[in-house]
């Protein structure tokens, strides 16, 4: 398989992964909002989910700054498909981290575009909530977070083999 449909197989990945991403958020609309649930146990003490109009960004930040982080996230989209078809020193981590956090920014972003509370406020639909961490989350940060942790791993990956073929030089 050539690179250039290699990557393309990315996007395609990630559009597959906002596509999840924006039917469990419709999900959680139509049986937590609108079916008057709001909340229901998955595992009584540890995972529920609660709906939750989130009109910041994570964990709450930057509250009334939705434009911004609109077109921050509109932003980094862009850099990172530059980045997959641009960038030679990939791994299987940074193909990773690139789907996932694009997959997870592009999905939030669709939320804010769409999604205009009564007060005029955007927000994005959360609605898993761990009982043990204050905050209630979607996919589309949990598809953020991983990869930001696969970043790290490529990064980590990275260094490890610049040293060893620096060392092979030697």
């Not at 690179?3 to 393309?8: E, T, V």
């Not at 991983?146 to 092979?168: D, N």
Request: charged share 15%; hydrophobic share 55%.
């Amino acid at each position: 398989m050539s690179k250039k449909l290699g990557r393309a197989l990315l996007i395609l990945a990630a559009a597959a992964l906002i596509v999840v991403d924006q039917i469990t958020k419709r999900w959680a609309v139509v049986f937590l909002r609108d079916g008057g649930g709001m909340s229901v146990s998955i595992i009584p003490g540890l995972l529920e989910f609660r709906y939750l109009e989130n009109t910041a960004a994570a964990m709450g930040m930057f509250r009334g700054m939705i434009t911004m982080i609109m077109v921050l996230s509109a932003l980094v989209a862009v850099g990172i498909i530059v980045w997959i078809f641009l960038y030679n020193g990939h791994t299987w981590a940074s193909y990773t981290a690139a789907t996932l956090v694009l997959a997870g920014g592009v999905g939030n972003l669709i939320d804010r575009l769409i999604n205009l509370g009564p007060d005029g406020e955007r927000f994005v639909v959360d609605f898993i909530h761990v009982e043990f961490f204050p905050y209630i989350f979607n996919f589309a940060d949990c598809c953020v977070t991983v990869g930001a942790v696969f970043l790290v791993i490529h990064f980590l990956l990275g260094a490890k083999s610049e040293k060893q073929a620096a060392e092979q030089e030697s």
